[in-house]
């Protein structure tokens, strides 16, 4: 399981600053749609050597919106389930009466805490680290976010504090014949009830591994023939009912299981519509470049105008999701949930593509015989070929001259002819640019 770290601090140190730095690499799913990065809070670090998941406490509890009550449990949530908190302070400011504070608060935690002080550029760093000696933690990482300063530096002893998830090791527990579908949705839209009528059969829930706030339930079972392990993020909380409240949407957890899932299955509920939280979920997943599948839970006991009126408002709220396949079901009566899995299964092999390098050249030509690509400065953009660079989601990569000059609107003309040309449903495709070989 991927660790977790958290930024800790007071405002305007710095936080967000060096959280966008180093979660740079994975915002490419979602620059089109800028309302859903607008709050972005938990992001992945992949770096060789050096992956987790990084939380913005200071965006949680600074949110005003109507989600800033969770918002907040979730910042205390996100402090007691971090392997290391990162405590950011303010370099050029000096040490605050609010430093002194939270640093009090953390050591009462007990927390394995890095003090990182930031805006240090064109300062000496034994001297700034002499400023903050008072507040008793061991020796401060001295960086700036905005210029770079000191963060190799820093990963480096964050992956020393952490335990250590490779790619390949995560890649290795992955077993290619299966299908790992994580089943997410915010509370009571229908979650375990739909899980059940999946397995066929009423599930004992009554396991004795403790759970935690990270933790999912992963239940293997075969359909049709077909390996599944189904990722149940409902499940665990109600085993310990003490902290239900806390537990009932754990973002943490939600995290965990998309990088354990290779399809989702979003679960939303038709009677209430499109709320802020399903859209956060949605951001998340989009995010993670999971394969996709929607189910609209409760389509029965609704009319044929609240019908109506639940689709469009999907579409309104949900664009950014068009690339799934939408099912109106009944988890309660059964009605709809046969058709689910296959929708999944074809997520699945579109997400796993494994097109090969000639047949994705033949294409990227024909597109462009199409539709040729605009001129830049008076010169035509030259593709030369593409190649497959990843899987779940697809990642093609089209070389040439000056293709990184690619406007907007053709890298998503190319993409829609790729995904139409590869039947490719249900998983998000990422078209990478590339200048020479
Ligand atoms: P947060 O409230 O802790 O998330 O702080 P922000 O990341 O929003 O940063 C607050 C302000 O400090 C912004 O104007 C940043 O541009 C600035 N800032 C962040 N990092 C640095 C740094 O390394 N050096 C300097 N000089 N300014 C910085
Ligand atoms: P979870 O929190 O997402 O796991 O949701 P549950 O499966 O516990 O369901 C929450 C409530 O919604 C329960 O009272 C279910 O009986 C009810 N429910 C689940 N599916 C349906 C459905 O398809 N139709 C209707 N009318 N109610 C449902």
Same mark, same amino acid.
């Given at each position: 399981m991927k660790p977790v770290v958290a930024l800790v601090g007071s405002p305007n140190v710095g936080k967000s600053t060096l959280f966008n730095r180093l979660t *740079? =690499? $994975?915002n490419a799913l979602v620059a089109d749609y800028a309302g859903l990065t607008r709050d972005r809070i938990y992001g992945n670090v992949d !770096?060789?050597?050096? $992956?987790?998941? +990084?939380?913005? =406490? @200071?965006g949680l509890t600074e949110q005003t919106d109507n989600m800033a009550e969770l918002m907040r449990k979730q910042a205390r949530l996100a402090i007691d389930s971090a392997d290391l908190i990162l405590f950011v302070v303010d370099g050029r400011a000096g040490m605050s009466a609010a430093d002194q504070s939270i640093a009090s608060m953390l050591r009462q935690d007990g927390k394995d805490v890095l003090l990182v002080i930031n805006k240090t550029e064109g300062e000496h760093r034994d001297i700034v680290a002499a400023e903050f000696f008072a507040l008793g933690l061991d020796t401060p990482q001295v960086i700036s976010a905005t210029q770079g300063r000191g963060i190799s530096e820093l990963l480096q002893r964050i992956s020393s504090k952490i335990p250590s998830v490779t790619q390949e090791a995560s890649e290795l527990e992955a077993n290619d014949d299966e299908i790992r579908l994580a089943v997410l949705g915010r509370p009571n839209v229908g979650k375990s009830t739909l899980i059940n009528r999946l397995l066929g !059969?009423? $599930?004992v829930v009554a396991f004795d591994e403790p759970g935690t706030t990270r933790d999912s339930i992963h239940i293997p079972f075969e359909k049709d023939g077909v390996q599944y392990t189904l990722i149940d993020t409902a499940g665990v909380r109600r085993r310990s009912r003490v902290s239900e409240t806390l537990e009932k949407f754990s973002i943490l957890k939600t995290l965990q299981a998309l990088e354990d899932a290779n399809v989702v299955m979003l679960v939303l509920d038709a009677h209430e519509g499109i709320v802020d939280q399903d859209l956060h979920l949605a951001g998340l997943i989009v995010e993670s470049g999971r394969a996709l599948v929607i189910a609209v839970n409760k389509w029965d006991g609704l009319d044929k105008t609240e019908r109506e009126w639940v689709a469009a408002n999907i579409e309104r709220r949900l664009p950014f999701l068009s690339y799934a396949k939408t099912h109106f079901i009944s988890a309660l009566h059964g009605s709809g949930v046969g058709l689910l899995l296959k929708s999944v299964r074809l997520a699945y092999q579109s997400a796993m593509t494994k097109t090969p390098t000639s047949r994705l050249t033949r294409i990227l030509e024909d597109a462009v015989a199409d539709h040729p690509p605009p +001129?830049?400065? @008076? *010169? $035509?953009i030259k593709y030369r070929y593409a190649h497959l660079g990843g899987k779940n989601p697809p990642r093609i990569i089209i070389h040439g001259n000056q293709t990184e000059a690619t406007p907007d609107s053709y890298r998503r003309y190319l993409e829609n002819f790729f995904r139409k040309s590869l039947r490719l449903d249900g998983t998000p495709v990422m078209i990478e640019f590339k200048t020479g070989d």
């Open positions: *740079r =690499t $994975r !770096e060789e050597n050096c $992956r987790f998941i +990084l939380i913005d =406490t @200071g !059969e009423e $599930r +001129l830049v400065h @008076g *010169r $035509r």
